[in-house]
Structure formats: structure tokens, C-alpha cells
């Protein structure tokens, strides 16, 4: 971290608290082994702290390896959440890498000169470790699924295509979004005051407002700014409100926020949202809702008309709160409409009424006025009486041609209307931004919802909305993380490849990731949690977890058929071994996940969503995992050895045989 410029911030102690139940794996791996060999073989210490982390050597480089190109990817992910979890993926591959140097070095080390073993009848009322009730039990339960499985293939076969069929409907059941939404103690209340208001009237809105907040439960400290130093506009601002800290209240952050919104509900006349303040740093002082989207056209008016529905039906949907839209704010303004043959007649231009209205009414800059160092600009303006009502204004000279000069109500009418605050535009087309607030809906049902309402309005073809802000950023990261995943499926076949030098054996080894993704989402239903950017990075670690356990299946099981065993009774010889070190590892890990599921405090629910997928993903796949890698072994053994299959394998084995001899053979030297 230090050499890459990494900071101990919310993101790196994450990846961190994550590698503290990855780094130990390849330790427990590798302990767990010299302890058999002691405990079984009789070897000493020494002796089998050598021969065990040998014959283990491969299974453990394999599932370190394909670890960190399970993160690697989530470090170079495009975009703003690339950014912030390039240090995660860096920090805890490095850690998973450093593991691996410790398991190969210091454990055995370790293990060789403090490892004690009692073997099995060894003294009077001593029993050897797999001799115990549970050990015994354990064993013997999983040996008898595994021979029933076994010798029922299409079975297991066809329960593992239902658990994978049951991942669309768990997918619809799971809420979507894109950061957890932290109790931090703080959020923000932003009013939009109507056009018009002075900062006299603003501050006494805002001095009442304050008033009524401060005697809603849990409010501790107020901060109010009115208006914005750089454009002046004095009719919106933000009132920021400080709670009672977590551990002093039994109510949420979000009760005081609902609270809130009702007091907000006595000023009618006011446009407020409550809201939380922004995870990644966003500053105050502007509207910054979770749900934001544009509905973009050629003409305003039916901008507005359908605005206005879309608005209508979003107030009804339960979740949706503090719904507004950029065109609900109306700004006062006068129409001149110039009756042209009036003018004509009068020798006045339109263009004459234009200007001496911008000049009377707007004021116009004329010259410059210096005392000492000081220059003032100089403006040419009417006198306020004289411009401060629609009569006045009417009674304002114009140039004519004809007549010298005539009033400005001889050629125009003035009327008093109502016009929109702002006119926003993109690509050449003029759009309007529609806001809300969610309180218990998750962003990713939010925009279905919107997207149903809007298809019920059925806008004319020429009429669309476009989703930006946080709905935005959630598509690009589900994007991304999609990427990310395919890439570290693509790189982690290629390490298995390698590592066993077969085509076949890591297909075998991966068709255990996809089962754990149903029970994944079915935790998050359960526990009511969403699946956002930090439950997608514990999918990430579950992979690599129930990867680890395969390795380690096939790769004894190859150990035991070399060394001459039958293939069923390897496979049953070879699960038996690796049941333990597997359950050690998995409630290692679910251990370690189990304070981040559950502490408090700020930043507390965005972990609790990621260990959430660990605990109940690791749970509840793992005996599911442990047969099914078995039983698809078996198949692929089976595939493997057909004639067209052991064709292309022969073949393919005497051309990389006769690569390495091309490789290997040495130049010959001129002359020779």
C-alpha cells in the first residue's frame, strides 16, 4: 500500500478485513496436511512438513493463483467505481500473494519444530483427531451422500439444474442499488423557496423552518446556508442536521429523516427533499436525489403536460418520496405582446420596444467611474418607481420614427404570467428533470417502476427519458462488475489449465461457481439486503472460496489415480482426506464475516451487505458444492476418455510434446 500510494481508508481496511479470512486458508491447507502425514503416516515432523507441502504444493498454488485473477480485474474496472475500488482489488491480491509465500515458508517451518500429534491409540483415553464423535460422523455422512451421488449421477445432475433455473426468479425477488444507504448520524434538508423571495423573506422561512426541526426526535445540531455565493440566488438553500450518535438512540437515522418530511409537509409553498449525504464525497447545498432522470422533447408545453403525469403517478408508488420536477418552480414575469400594425402605423420597430425595455428595466453598462484605486462600473437604469409595476413599465418612452417618441402601452399590451425558472437543453432538444427521494424501495425497483409508469403514459415516439446520476452509475457498475467477472472466469480456467495441464479437470473445478450465486441471492431475500457494489464484490469472494474447494478435491484425487487407485475409490479416498481442511477453511471464513454481518456505526451496512453474501452463499452451497465437484469429475472422466475426445487429447499431447523438443533442442554452433 505504501509503495502505491494507498491510504488506510474505508475501501483499503474493507480489503483487509477480508483478507484476514483468505490469508489463513493456504496456511490451514498446508498445516492441516503435515498434520495427516504425522498423525496417519507416522513421519516425523521434519519429514512431513517437506513431503506434505510438496504433495500439496500444486492444489495450493492453484487456488492462490486463481484468487488474484478473481481480484485483479475488479482493480482495472472502468468508470467512478473503478477509482475507488482499484486500491480493494490491488490491497487484498497482494495480501492472497504474500499467503501463499507464508504458507510455503514459515508454516512449515513452524510446523516442524512445534507440531505435537497423539495417534490414534496412543495412551489411555486418547484418540486420534479423525477418531472423534464429530470427525466420525461428519466423515461418515458425507462418504454415504457421496456414493449415493455417485452412483445416481443424473440426479445430482438434474437437482444442480434447478438450483441454477432458480436463479432468475431470485434475481427478480432481490432489490438492486447501487451504495447502501449508512445510518451516519447526518443528512440534509434542501429547500427550494418559490422565485421571487427576498433574503429577508428566505432567512424568516428558514429561521421557521429550523424552528420546527429542531423538535423532531434525535436532532442535535442545525446548519443553515441560504442561497449560492457564486450565482447569488437567494431562493433555495440547505439546512444541514446533525443526530444523536447511533449508540444513543433505539430509532434509525431514516424514522428522523420520515419525521422530517412530515414537519416539511406545513409549508406547502416550499419544494424540500430530504436527503442523505453522499458516501463518495458529494458536497452540500444541492438537490442530490437518488432517483434523477430527464424527459427530453421538442416542445415544452407537452413536456410540462407529461411531466406533470409522470409526477402524479411517481407520488402514488410506495417509496417514492419528496417527487419533483425542474419545471414545478414557476418564475413571475411580464409578457410584451407588440401589436405590429400599431407599431407600423407609429413608426416604432420591434426591436426599438426590446431595447429600451432592456435598458429601463434590465439596465444597461455605459461607462466606467474611478476614486483612487477603485473603479465602479456605471449602469443606466429607470428609477425604481418607474419600473416597479406593470402601469409604469406601460408608461415607458419608446423611439418612433414618425412621432419623436410614444408610450410603450400605444404599441403593446403587458401581461402578468407565469414562465419556467430555467429552459435546459440537450442535443437540440429541450428536456425536463424529474427527482425523488427513496424510503424503503431499492433504487433498481424505483426504475423499473418508472419505467412501467412511463410506458403506461405511451409518449409519442419523438418524447424519451434518459436515467443520469446515481440510477446511471448503478447500470455502468453492474456493467463493469459484469466485465470484471467474465475476465476473472477467462483467467481462472487459464490458471487451472495450467496448473493441472488439462482441458477438462477445471471445467469440472468451475461448475461449482454458478451453484453458488442462487444460494447468494436467496441469503440476500432472506436478510432484506440489496444487491449492490459491495454484495457483488462478496459474490466475488464466494467464487473464489468454493473454487478453492474444488482444486483441492480434484487435485487429491489425481494424486491418489496416479499413484495406481481405482477412480471411484480415489474420489471417495480423496473427498475423505480434503472434507477437513475444506470445513476448517469455510468456517474460518464465515467466522471472520460474522462481526462485519453484524456491527454498527457509520459504514456498517454497506459491509454487513458484503459478508451477508459470504455467510449465507458459503453456508448454504457447501454441501451442494462438495458433491456436485465430485460427480462432474466423474463425468468429464468419463467424456475424456470417448474415442473422439481421446483423439484430440493424443493429439494434442504429441504436438506439445514435440514443441518442448523444438524448444529444447540446443543450436548447433557453425562449422559443426
Request: proline share 4%; net charge positive; no cysteine.
Amino acid at each position: 500500500m505504501r509503495v502505491l500510494g494507498f491510504t488506510l481508508n474505508n475501501i483499503t481496511l474493507l480489503a483487509l478485513t477480508l483478507s484476514v479470512g483468505i490469508v489463513i486458508d493456504d496456511a490451514i491447507v498446508v498445516l492441516e496436511n503435515i498434520f495427516r502425514h504425522v498423525e496417519e503416516k507416522g513421519s516425523p515432523p521434519r519429514v512431513a512438513a517437506v513431503e506434505a507441502t510438496a504433495e500439496i504444493g500444486l492444489a495450493v498454488s492453484a487456488t492462490t493463483l486463481s484468487l488474484v485473477v478473481i481480484f485483479l480485474p475488479v482493480a482495472f474496472m472502468a468508470g467512478t467505481v473503478g477509482r475507488f475500488f482499484n486500491s480493494y482489488g490491488i490491497t487484498v491480491a497482494f495480501a492472497i500473494l504474500f499467503s501463499w509465500f507464508i504458507s510455503f515458508t514459515l508454516t512449515p517451518m513452524l510446523a516442524s519444530r512445534f507440531l505435537k500429534v497423539r495417534h490414534a491409540g496412543a495412551g489411555e483415553g486418547g484418540a486420534a483427531s479423525k477418531n472423534t464423535w464429530f470427525a466420525r460422523r461428519s466423515t461418515s455422512g458425507y462418504l454415504a451422500i457421496l456414493r449415493w451421488s455417485l452412483g445416481h449421477r443424473w440426479v445430482v445432475a438434474l437437482v444442480a439444474g434447478g438450483v441454477l433455473v432458480s436463479m432468475v426468479p431470485l434475481a427478480g425477488m432481490v432489490g438492486k442499488d447501487f451504495i447502501p444507504f449508512d445510518d451516519q448520524s447526518e443528512f440534509e434538508i434542501y429547500i427550494q423557496m418559490p422565485e421571487g423571495y427576498s433574503l429577508e423573506t428566505a432567512d424568516a422561512v428558514f429561521r421557521e423552518v429550523e424552528e420546527d426541526v429542531r423538535k423532531v426526535r434525535g436532532v442535535k445540531h442545525l446548519l443553515a446556508q441560504i442561497g449560492d455565493v457564486a450565482e447569488g440566488d437567494v431562493t433555495q438553500g440547505t439546512i444541514y442536521v446533525r443526530t444523536v450518535d447511533l449508540d444513543e438512540r433505539k430509532y434509525s437515522q431514516f424514522d428522523i429523516m420520515k419525521d422530517v418530511r412530515r414537519v416539511m409537509a406545513k409549508y406547502p409553498s416550499l419544494r424540500p427533499s430530504v436527503q442523505n449525504i453522499s458516501a463518495l464525497g458529494r458536497g452540500g447545498g444541492i438537490r442530490a436525489t437518488p432517483v434523477s432522470f430527464v424527459l427530453a422533447g421538442p416542445d415544452l408545453v407537452k413536456l410540462q403536460q407529461y411531466g406533470d403525469r409522470i409526477v402524479e403517478e411517481m407520488r402514488k408508488v410506495k417509496g417514492l418520496v419528496d417527487v419533483d420536477t425542474s419545471l414545478s418552480n414557476r418564475k413571475p414575469e411580464v409578457r410584451v405582446y407588440v401589436d405590429r400594425k400599431k407599431a407600423s402605423d407609429q413608426g416604432v420597430q420591434v426591436q426599438d420596444v426590446a431595447s429600451s425595455l432592456n435598458v429601463f428595466v434590465g439596465g444597461e453598462k455605459v461607462g466606467k467611474y474611478s476614486e483612487g484605486a477603485d473603479q465602479y462600473d456605471v449602469w443606466l437604469r429607470a428609477d425604481l418607481p418607474y419600473r416597479s409595476s406593470i402601469p409604469e413599465v406601460s408608461n415607458l418612452p419608446v423611439p418612433s420614427a414618425k412621432l419623436g417618441k410614444v408610450r410603450i402601452r400605444d404599441v403593446a399590451a403587458l401581461s402578468p404570467e407565469m414562465g419556467p425558472a430555467q429552459i435546459d437543453r440537450a442535443t437540440r432538444q429541450r428536456q425536463v428533470t424529474i427527482t425523488a427521494n427513496l424510503d424503503g424501495l431499492p433504487l433498481g425497483a424505483a426504475s423499473d417502476r418508472i419505467r412501467e409508469i412511463v410506458s403506461r403514459i405511451d409518449l409519442p415516439a419523438e418524447y424519451r427519458i434518459e436515467f443520469f446520476g446515481r440510477a446511471k452509475t448503478m447500470q455502468e457498475t453492474l456493467t463493469s462488475f459484469l466485465i470484471a467477472l467474465l475476465l476473472s472466469v477467462v483467467f481462472m480456467y487459464m490458471v487451472l489449465a495450467a496448473q493441472f495441464e488439462s482441458f477438462l479437470h477445471p471445467v469440472s473445478i468451475m461448475l461449482a461457481l454458478p451453484l453458488s450465486v442462487p444460494f447468494a441471492l436467496l441469503s440476500l431475500v432472506v436478510l432484506g439486503e440489496t444487491l449492490n457494489i459491495y454484495s457483488i464484490l462478496g459474490l466475488f469472494l464466494l467464487f473464489g472460496i468454493v473454487k478453492k474447494n474444488g482444486i483441492l478435491q480434484v487435485d487429491y484425487t489425481n494424486t491418489l489415480r496416479a499413484a495406481g487407485m481405482p477412480r471411484e475409490q480415489a474420489i471417495l479416498e480423496a473427498n475423505a482426506a480434503r472434507l477437513r481442511p475444506i470445513l476448517m477453511t469455510s468456517i474460518t471464513l464465515i467466522s471472520a464475516m460474522i462481526p462485519l454481518a453484524l456491527g454498527k456505526g457509520p459504514g456498517a451496512a454497506s459491509r454487513a451487505s458484503l459478508a451477508k453474501v459470504i455467510i449465507g452463499g458459503q453456508a448454504l452451497s457447501l454441501l451442494l458444492t462438495l458433491v456436485v465437484t465430485p460427480v462432474a469429475y466423474s463425468f468429464f472422466d468419463d467424456l475424456g476418455n470417448r474415442s473422439l475426445f481421446r483423439a484430440f487429447r493424443e493429439r494434442f499431447e504429441r504436438g506439445e510434446d514435440r514443441f518442448w523438443r523444438i524448444v529444447k533442442r540446443k543450436p548447433q554452433t557453425p562449422g559443426a
